[in-house]
């Protein structure tokens, strides 16, 4: 029997598309839905953020939000029967760096209970990389951590695609496997 490999990052940068598609990847999916949300509502805008995501998903959907442990709550919440997408791994950078938790050892953890997951996994990441270096050290303490998330979790994952203008481009193509 042939069958696809389980597991999507998908990276870019803001508004490019990414939640989006992998919304609608995950959607196409049997099972039950679960979207593990990091972001945490600090203002308002951000509040309308998550409740604009929130209300754009259908019923299928369950919500967790999980702003740190993601190894823990994916070992928790993959089964068979489920889709997990995470979105995303660049505001869970963030908060471990606000936590002051070692970003290298979460990751390490994150790719392992990625990788003994029980059904499919989608991660989204923003792609921080792309522009100008930043003018002080935290910010850029912050993009160097995010990237090596990204890095790491890429060479872990079946699939990787690049969104750009809403246009998905594979960067790491999913491959079939005989059972």
Known sequence: MIRPL?????????????????????????GQLIYLATAQAFDQEMRERIALHRSDRGTRWSTVEEPLELAETITKCSTPETVVLVDCLTLWTSNLMLA????????????????????????????????????????????????????????????????????????????????
């Not at 003018?135 to 872990?156: P, T």
């Open 6 to 30: 389980s597991h999507l990052l998908v990276l870019g940068g803001a508004r490019s598309g990414k939640s989006r598609y992998a919304q609608i990847r995950a959607e196409v999916l049997t």
């Open 100 to 179: 002051e938790r070692d970003t290298v050892a979460a990751t390490e953890g994150l790719l392992r209970a990625v990788s003994g997951a029980r059904g499919p996994v989608i991660l989204v990441a923003n792609e921080v990389g792309l522009g100008i270096v930043p003018d002080n050290a935290l910010a850029r303490q912050f993009r160097d951590a995010a990237g090596r998330v990204n890095q790491e979790m890429a060479a872990g994952i079946d699939e990787v695609v690049m969104m750009f203008a809403g246009l998905p481009l594979a960067l790491k193509p999913k491959r079939m496997t005989g059972d």
